[in-house]
């Protein structure tokens, strides 16, 4: 019979489920602590989603993102960690139930993350494709180059370009990457590879419902942004959203309609609840309400961090904080020290939200990044852009292989594995369905 098998404590058990930016850096700031911390993921690794994209167009390995969270906390003696999927919550008596069994807890903290949000389209749910897990990159790969190969089998253009034109959805830093990827794959990578391929044929859309790409950068940033895609041969349609998509053609708000067999979606995220939690404290887009102190609302004892957690007492953002990694780690590193607190019976500090800056990575010598008042472009952004990813990756080898990656393609303009490695790579939405991401 599966059980947890996790050894029995008379310290404090701290249950962190999810082990992404947020669950990660809580379990670390609790090394020293005298409580027994038991880490719970449905994967064993920690995953770097915000390179995901590249894994998904050729530009880096899926090994080069992922880190083993075993080999992470190696060294903590006081951390447990179990691959499981969480399935239910008994709150009343401190019992989470997993996959692996009931797993008791004193301290209980939700760092689950989001889920590609569809907003409800039942179409493009079922024929889009979702980029939030590394399988689901590697498929997205696979696809990609099959669609290349199986354009060498027909000689009609017009049969050739639904396979070739590949539309984001989204003007967002992740949408505005991927644009900027598949631009690049079309420059460097087509003639190479694809030369009896006509370059006119593959067509690259970036579709954003509002008036601007990266709508959370200046107008300024977005208006170079907008002229940087542009450049490289993106069509870009702000203002115009897709109404629908049946795997073979978009339609969109304007009326207009692409032909297609490749429609990324990158519009939105939400949040991924635990059954269990209330109803009523759960928003509709997924994320459970919190309070100052990443308190889940009703309990002292339950805590929500990162994408799933919903705090709305700082005016600076009253729809809540941005679903992005800094207010994860942040986040973490604030409770973390409030659970010392609460076991000395002290008072604990409200979380104080530091918005190091965004920043954005277009293509080749092009990036747009925005901290402490400073706007940055150009060259000179996309080292920094660069630097800043390198130095967050866990792990001396994956910072190593990254960067000798990278150095390897300025140079030589080539790109990663662009082999086929699993049969039936074209049934990508049924693979996102199985996988649950």
Excluded: C
Aim: hydrophobic fraction near 40%; charged fraction near 20%; charge should be positive.
């Amino acid at each position: 019979m599966i059980q947890p098998n996790i050894p029995e404590t008379t310290q404090p058990r701290i249950v962190i489920v999810g082990g992404g930016f947020g669950g990660v850096n809580l379990a670390k700031q609790l090394k020293h602590a005298p409580v027994q911390v038991v880490l719970l993921d449905r994967n064993n690794y920690h995953l770097f989603q915000p390179l995901l994209y590249q894994v998904s167009t050729a530009g880096l390995e899926p090994d080069s993102i992922a880190f083993p969270l075993r080999g992470i906390f190696r060294k903590q003696r006081n951390l447990v960690f179990r691959m499981a999927e969480v399935t239910g919550i008994r709150s009343a008596e401190n019992i989470l139930e997993t996959g692996i069994g009931e797993i008791h807890y004193d301290y209980l903290v939700f760092a689950t993350g989001s889920n590609t949000n569809f907003f409800g389209n039942k179409d493009i749910e079922d024929n889009a494709i979702g980029m939030k897990s590394l399988i689901e990159a590697v498929q997205i790969r696979n696809y990609v180059v099959k669609q290349f190969e199986e354009s060498l089998l027909l000689q009609n253009p017009e049969e050739i370009k639904p396979k070739l034109n590949f539309v984001m959805v989204g003007g967002g830093p992740t949408g505005v990457e991927l644009a900027g990827a598949f631009a690049e794959l079309r420059k460097y990578i087509m003639p190479k590879d694809y030369p009896t391929l006509p370059q006119s044929l593959m067509n690259v859309y970036l579709i954003e419902a509002g008036p601007k790409v990266l709508p959370s950068f200046s107008e300024k940033t977005s208006q170079q942004t907008l002229e940087a895609l542009q450049e490289i041969g993106v069509r870009v349609l702000t203002n115009t959203g897709v109404k629908e998509y049946d795997g073979k053609t978009v339609t969109l708000s304007t009326g207009e309609l692409i032909q297609t067999q490749s429609l990324l979606w990158s519009a939105g995220v939400k949040g991924i609840p635990v059954k269990g939690i209330p109803a009523d404290i759960i928003l509709p887009n997924g994320r459970i309400i919190v309070n100052e102190l990443n308190q889940v609302k009703g309990f002292t004892n339950i805590y929500a961090i990162g994408d799933i957690a919903q705090m709305t007492n700082d005016p600076r953002f009253p729809k809540g904080y941005p679903m992005v990694a800094q207010v994860a780690i942040q986040q973490g590193k604030n409770v973390a020290h409030n659970l010392m607190l609460s076991m000395e019976n002290k008072p604990m500090k409200g979380f104080n939200y530091k918005d190091l800056g965004s920043m954005a990575t277009i293509g080749r010598n092009r990036a747009v990044a925005e901290f402490a008042g400073m706007r940055m472009s150009g060259y000179l952004a996309w080292i920094a852009w660069m630097i800043v990813h390198l130095l967050s990756l866990l792990g001396f080898r994956n910072k190593l292989v990254v960067f000798i990656n990278w150095f390897y393609r300025y140079f030589t303009y080539e790109r990663g594995t662009r082999i086929i490695i699993k049969r039936g790579a074209a049934n990508i939405v049924k693979l996102r369905q199985s996988i649950g991401a």
